[in-house]
């Protein structure tokens, strides 16, 4: 059948299971708009491009299915980049649709003209420009493959309005053939082998669990795996949830604001054996000094991965949940009890450095997190932004659900939470989404909240409000001899502002009040937004200074009652 070019992409959409997208319509996508209504896919209207991209980039990560947004042209695409680039760094399933003026007439600076493609070629798994209706079919079917398989990631499809609005026979391409793009799923059985062999003779061993573990659903095989060689779990940030972290053997996250146990252990480990993480600067710290006594196993998908911070006595490239099936059949019960004593002992130490252990002045933005963790008993989805919200969610809400956080852990992309939280609650109505923000990355897109009332998406807010950019400010304090210049912030009532959009505000200043507001917030039908109005200067421990062993923390002061 013949059909359009706008047509062709939603024929295309649907048959890839597309059910919503988000974007903004403008001059070069009118054309896509127009024929919208003939399909069954929800269109979700977003206030900023940037906040498409997050939510699109939410909704992957809550779903595990493909996150699309749309954008026009020129402002539309540039204001992709941001969420783009976010999604290409946590390797989240995301593809960008952009118009693209007429193909006549591009490389003139016709109106709102921009070389996205151009822009975005370093921060996309690939891109392209579709100038022709006769290969847009096999590009978007191209894209969906691309975003979706191997290491998940970005992939941009720019289609100029003459290629929308071009008729041509249309047939949806059941296969893609990319000579070039093989990824490897499957391990080296004899690399496995190997593996086991280690973690069979090792004394002190250790598992790091990175955000590969929850792309491959690989939840059941790695406890399968700890529990029967007894390895404690040390997470990323990005893999936190991929162990229940109730579990005994969970010991949270490491790194730059990990848990000083955990710390301790990846530094004392003699095999540590990394599942999908990238042993990024924030794990890790110096890469020179990081574990030094440890063998190290490094499991990942992209061999690209691998090598590339840390040295790696034994690479196994493939999917964690494949390589996890093939490793625990292989693994010997053990019993690593002084081990984990030793651990134990470490964390028991750090008890007494516990700010929810000690008596403390004003409204501690430590406890309102584990009053959440209690209200919600683990298992909300937990959407985080980024700066110290997001690190005391990391290290005061103890994940239940599998894959219960999305945040932005390479970027770093203030902003990111609340439309993130907007995808993951489209993608999955019926879980509890619960958004941690600061006031200053909530200001950065607080606009969204018109989408959630025009969407009817019941989204809980909790914002720690402390008046400043609050992680630049610690720094200041700890590193630049307390300038806090340009982190001091003027924020709005922002009860009183979510009443304006329509939705339900509410201020909390006593830590007698937090729980009652939790548990009203929780309980209301509609998206509640809670103003936290914490403690100004409190600060996130441990820190480990930049360029320091990983052990080398400045801990928490202990606090007497």
């Known amino acids: 059948m013949k059909l359009n070019g706008a047509q062709i992409l939603w024929e295309c959409l649907m048959r890839e299971g597309v059910d919503v997208f988000f974007g903004i319509t403008g001059g070069t996508v009118m054309p896509l708009y127009h024929e919208l209504s003939n399909y069954s896919i929800r269109s979700i209207?977003?206030?900023?491009?940037?906040?498409?991209?997050?939510?699109?980039?939410?909704?992957?990560?809550?779903?595990?299915?493909?996150?699309?947004?749309?954008?026009?042209?020129?402002?539309?695409?540039?204001?992709?980049?941001?969420?783009?680039?976010?999604?290409?760094?946590?390797?989240?399933?995301?593809?960008?649709?952009?118009?693209?003026?007429?193909?006549g007439v591009l490389g003139t600076d016709f109106f709102q003209e921009v070389d996205i493609t151009g822009i975005t070629m370093p921060i996309t798994k690939h891109n392209y420009l579709v100038t022709s209706v006769n290969d847009l079919a096999q590009a978007v079917r191209e894209a969906f493959h691309l975003a979706s398989t191997g290491r998940p990631g970005a992939v941009l499809l720019d289609i100029s309005k003459d290629a929308q609005q071009g008729v041509t026979e249309f047939a949806y391409p059941e296969s893609v053939n990319l000579p070039g793009y093989k990824p490897h799923v499957h391990g080296n059985a004899r690399q496995i082998r190997q593996a086991a062999e280690m973690i069979n003779h090792a004394h002190r061993p250790l598992v790091i669990a990175g955000r590969g573990v929850i792309i491959a659903?690989?939840?059941?095989?790695?406890?399968?795996?700890?529990?029967?060689?007894?390895?404690?779990?040390?997470?990323?940030?990005?893999?936190?949830?991929?162990?229940?972290?109730?579990?005994?053997?969970?010991?949270?996250?490491?790194?730059?604001?990990?848990?000083?146990?955990?710390?301790?252990a990846m530094q004392n480990a003699d095999l540590i054996i990394g599942i999908g993480s990238r042993f990024d600067d924030r794990l890790t710290s110096s890469a020179e000094t990081f574990a030094p006594n440890a063998k190290i196993i490094h499991v990942d998908i992209d061999p690209a991965e691998i090598g590339k911070r840390?040295?790696?006595?034994?690479?196994?490239?493939?999917?964690?949940?494949?390589?996890?099936?093939?490793?625990?059949?292989m693994?010997?019960?053990?019993?690593?009890?002084?081990?984990?004593?030793?651990?134990?002992?470490?964390?028991?130490?750090?008890?007494?450095?516990?700010?929810?252990?000690?008596?403390?002045?004003?409204?501690?933005?430590?406890?309102?997190?584990?009053?959440?963790?209690?209200?919600?008993?683990?298992?909300?989805?937990?959407?985080?932004?980024?700066?110290?919200?997001?690190?005391?969610?990391?290290?005061?809400?103890?994940?239940?659900?599998?894959?219960?956080?999305?945040?932005?852990?390479?970027?770093?992309?203030?902003?990111?939470?609340?439309?993130?939280?907007?995808?993951?609650?489209?993608?999955?109505?019926?879980?509890?989404?619960?958004?941690?923000?600061?006031?200053?990355?909530?200001?950065?897109?607080?606009q969204e909240m018109a989408t959630i009332m025009q969407e009817g998406i019941p989204i809980k807010m909790a914002i720690l409000n402390n008046g400043f950019l609050g992680m630049v400010r610690q720094w200041q304090e700890l590193f630049y001899q307390g300038n806090y210049t340009g982190t001091p912030i003027l924020g709005p009532d922002f009860a009183k502002l979510a009443e304006a959009y329509g939705v339900r505000g509410m201020t909390v200043v006593n830590s007698s009040d937090v729980r009652a507001a939790i548990e009203q917030a929780n309980a209301y039908p509609g998206p509640v937004l809670i103003d936290f109005r914490v403690e100004r200067e409190?600060?996130?421990?441990?820190?480990?200074?930049?360029?320091?062993?990983i052990d080398n923390m400045i801990r928490r002061p202990i606090r007497k009652a």
């Open 45 to 103: 209207t977003m206030r900023h491009e940037q906040a498409a991209a997050h939510a699109a980039d939410g909704y992957a990560r809550a779903t595990g299915k493909v996150g699309v947004c749309l954008a026009t042209s020129g402002p539309g695409a540039t204001n992709l980049v941001t969420g783009i680039a976010n999604a290409q760094m946590d390797s989240s399933s995301v593809v960008a649709i952009t118009g693209q003026v007429a193909s």
């Open 331 to 446: 693994v010997h019960k053990a019993d690593h009890t002084s081990w984990l004593e030793q651990i134990r002992e470490w964390r028991e130490e750090t008890r007494t450095h516990d700010i929810l252990q000690n008596e403390c002045d004003g409204l501690q933005p430590q406890y309102v997190i584990n009053q959440l963790w209690e209200v919600t008993k683990g298992h909300a989805l937990m959407v985080s932004d980024v700066g110290q919200n997001q690190m005391w969610e990391a290290q005061y809400y103890r994940h239940l659900r599998p894959g219960g956080l999305i945040t932005s852990g390479g970027l770093g992309t203030m902003g990111f939470g609340l439309p993130a939280a907007i995808g993951a609650a489209v993608g999955c109505p019926q879980e509890n989404v619960w958004l941690v923000a600061g006031d200053g990355g909530f200001q950065m897109t607080l």
């Open 538 to 549: 409190q600060n996130v421990f441990p820190i480990v200074p930049v360029g320091q062993p």
């Open 310 to 329: 840390v040295r790696v006595d034994l690479p196994v490239v493939g999917d964690a949940r494949n390589v996890l099936r093939e490793l625990v059949k």
């Open 217 to 264: 659903n690989a939840f059941d095989e790695l406890l399968a795996l700890v529990e029967q060689a007894q390895l404690p779990v040390v997470t990323s940030l990005l893999g936190k949830s991929g162990l229940p972290e109730t579990h005994p053997l969970c010991l949270g996250m490491g790194g730059m604001h990990g848990e000083s146990y955990a710390n301790l």
